[in-house]
T-cell receptor, first 111, second 114 residues
Framework: KNEVEQSPQNLTAQEGEFITINCSYS?????LHWLQQHPGGGIVSLFM???GKKKHGRLIATINIQEKHSSLHITASHPRDSAVYIC?????????????FGQGTILTVHP | NAGVTQTPKFRVLKTGQSMTLLCAQD?????MYWYRQDPGMGLRLIHY???????AKGEVPDGYNVSRLKKQNFLLGLESAAPSQTSVYFC?????????????FGEGSRLTVL
């Protein structure tokens, strides 16, 4: 069982819909990253969270360390949001920041 | 400001050949990482560096070597390529480290070993 589980694995939405992607982890973590990867493209960091909530444009990320859960929300989704979204948790205890990655959520937004 | 640049972007090798992937960052970051991404496996850490002159093994280091002679560059070498090393390779860097700081990724290098 992967220590970091994302749901859903695949998500299809219509333009304008509100989208939620969930990330749950089985071990305690001190920080969590949300990453975006467009098809055939590079990886972009969206958020790094250790508590509470962060917002950037139409993207909102929340984390509850005690409940071992984080969510990524996209408001007013757009076809350009179509990408793979990856969460990655850091359990601490290393000098370099070992990350455990989720399998990714494939998001497709139709016009 | 280029961020993180990887070269080459694509490469096809024959089994047994050697090659080097170069990662360059212009953000004065201490921490640099090499990951590989395979279908169904997610990202896995190959090697990492916490500063100039230092390198260490990650989760899947076998068959790879690295060097960080200059702070801005992190090289990943394959001495004798194998088909199992067909993958997309990503370099990343961070000022504070992935545990507490933002990660900046390169565009990826797609390697095929025949």
């Amino acid at each position: 069982k992967n220590e970091v589980e994302q749901s859903p694995q695949n998500l299809t939405a219509q333009e304008g819909e509100f989208i939620t992607i969930n990330c749950s982890y089985s071990v305690g973590i001190s920080a969590l990253h949300w990453l975006q990867q467009h098809p055939g493209g590079g990886i972009v960091s969206l958020f790094m969270l250790s508590s509470g909530k962060k917002k950037h444009g139409r993207l909102i990320a929340t984390i509850n360390i005690q409940e071992k859960h984080s969510s990524l929300h996209i408001t007013a989704s757009h076809p350009r949001d179509s990408a793979v979204y990856i969460c990655a948790g850091n359990a601490g205890g290393t000098s370099y920041g070992k990350l455990t990655f989720g399998q990714g959520t494939i998001l497709t937004v139709h016009p | 400001n280029a961020g993180v640049t990887q070269t080459p972007k694509f490469r096809v090798l024959k089994t047994g050949q050697s090659m080097t992937l170069l990662c360059a960052q212009d953000m004065n970051h201490e921490y640099m990482y090499w990951y590989r991404q395979d279908p169904g496996m997610g990202l896995r850490l190959i090697h990492y560096s916490v500063g100039e002159g230092t390198t260490a093994k990650g989760e899947v280091p076998d068959g790879y070597n690295v060097s960080r002679l200059k702070k801005q560059n992190f090289l990943l070498g394959l001495e004798s390529a194998a088909p199992s090393q067909t993958s997309v390779y990503f370099c990343a860097s961070s000022y504070y480290g992935a545990g507490t700081g933002e990660l900046f990724f390169g565009e990826g290098s797609r390697l095929t070993v025949l």
